[in-house]
């Protein structure tokens, strides 16, 4: 059991150095997902269960590479965790990241509160909000759409079974039979500058969809549909919420604020701003 134990050491040791030299943020945290990956033995068991065999050990040592290089770690896995789902991800599809749970945590406390709430996401992406929501509030009616042809294809995996309504499309034009009659609006649109790229990381910068990242000189061209597609879908006394950068904590509301009721900014875990949300007057 010792030389077991040792040689998964050595292993996560050795990846450790490797993604650390690559400049990987959480590199013992991924090298444990990656060694669980390869092996089927939940991380927290690795050093006492995990015996890699010889093609295991260089399936591993190859995808350690791999995430070196600032491969995605979900691309390597496959799979994304968003609450309390799993989502497929691969190349084609913007990842799904933590901070945007708190958006889709928004979202759902508001359709909770609804009988039988219409929920629109747009971006849709690899569906993983629209997933949340169809997992934690039955009986919701979700519709989601997504113009990017690929990440359509991943989210159409992701939503199959779930009765979810996704349509390939441009947000600007979907849903005109939904309007006046949606509740909840939510989104993360692309939202970086253009001449925001050095500040970006590989992982995004190199393997996200460019659709689902740069949105004109300010980042905003996208908010600025979001704000116009959501006006047209809810009912009054309906709420949108929509992502943004740590950056637009005050021009991402200002898109919503002319015409919006109860326009907030909401802060992310580490205390970022990270998504506005805003409702819509009732005459």
């Given at each position: 059991?010792?030389?077991?134990?040792?040689?998964a050491?050595?292993?996560l040791?050795?990846?450790?150095t490797?993604?650390e030299?690559?400049g990987?943020?959480?590199?013992r945290?991924?090298?444990?997902?990656?060694?669980s990956?390869?092996?089927?033995?939940?991380?927290?068991?690795?050093?006492?269960?995990?015996?890699?065999?010889?093609?295991?050990?260089?399936?591993?040592q190859?995808?350690v590479?791999a995430r070196a290089?600032?491969v995605?770690?979900?691309h390597?896995?496959?799979?994304?965790a968003?609450?309390?789902?799993?989502?497929?991800?691969?190349?084609g599809?913007?990842?799904?990241?933590?901070?945007?749970?708190?958006?889709?945590?928004?979202?759902?406390?508001?359709?909770?509160?609804?009988d039988?709430?219409?929920?629109?996401?747009?971006?849709?992406?690899?569906?993983?909000?629209s997933?949340?929501v169809?997992?934690?509030v039955p009986?919701a009616?979700?519709?989601?759409?997504e113009l990017?042809?690929?990440a359509y294809?991943?989210?159409?995996?992701?939503l199959?079974?779930?009765?979810v309504?996704?349509?390939?499309g441009?947000m600007?034009e979907?849903?005109?039979?939904?309007?006046?009659?949606v509740?909840?609006?939510v989104?993360?649109?692309?939202y970086?500058?253009?001449?925001?790229?050095?500040?970006?990381?590989?992982?995004?910068?190199?393997h996200?969809?460019?659709?689902a990242?740069?949105?004109?000189?300010?980042?905003?061209?996208?908010?600025r549909?979001v704000?116009q597609?959501?006006w047209?879908?809810?009912?009054?006394?309906g709420?949108?919420?929509?992502?943004h950068?740590?950056?637009q904590?005050?021009?991402?509301?200002a898109v919503?604020?002319?015409r919006?009721?109860?326009?907030?900014?909401?802060?992310?875990?580490?205390?970022r701003?990270r998504?506005?949300?805003?409702?819509?007057?009732r005459?």
């Amino acid at each position: 059991m010792t030389g077991v134990r040792s040689q998964a050491e050595r292993l996560l040791e050795q990846a450790t150095t490797d993604l650390e030299a690559g400049g990987v943020s959480s590199p013992r945290h991924d090298a444990e997902v990656l060694l669980s990956h390869v092996t089927g033995v939940p991380r927290m068991m690795l050093l006492g269960s995990a015996r890699p065999h010889g093609l295991q050990v260089q399936t591993f040592q190859a995808l350690v590479a791999a995430r070196a290089s600032r491969v995605p770690l979900q691309h390597l896995t496959g799979s994304a965790a968003f609450r309390y789902v799993d989502v497929e991800v691969g190349p084609g599809v913007f990842v799904p990241r933590p901070e945007t749970e708190l958006l889709a945590g928004w979202a759902i406390e508001h359709a909770q509160a609804i009988d039988t709430p219409v929920v629109v996401e747009l971006c849709a992406g690899a569906g993983a909000i629209s997933l949340s929501v169809v997992h934690e509030v039955p009986g919701a009616q979700v519709h989601a759409v997504e113009l990017d042809e690929p990440a359509y294809e991943w989210a159409q995996r992701n939503l199959v079974g779930t009765g979810v309504d996704l349509r390939l499309g441009d947000m600007a034009e979907a849903f005109g039979d939904l309007d006046g009659q949606v509740d909840v609006v939510v989104a993360n649109p692309p939202y970086i500058p253009l001449d925001a790229w050095e500040s970006v990381a590989p992982e995004a910068r190199d393997h996200d969809p460019a659709l689902a990242l740069w949105s004109g000189d300010d980042g905003l061209d996208a908010m600025r549909v979001v704000d116009q597609v959501a006006w047209r879908l809810l009912k009054p006394g309906g709420v949108v919420g929509a992502e943004h950068a740590d950056a637009q904590g005050e021009s991402a509301p200002a898109v919503f604020t002319p015409r919006w009721a109860d326009v907030r900014d909401h802060r992310d875990l580490a205390d970022r701003p990270r998504f506005v949300t805003a409702t819509k007057p009732r005459r």
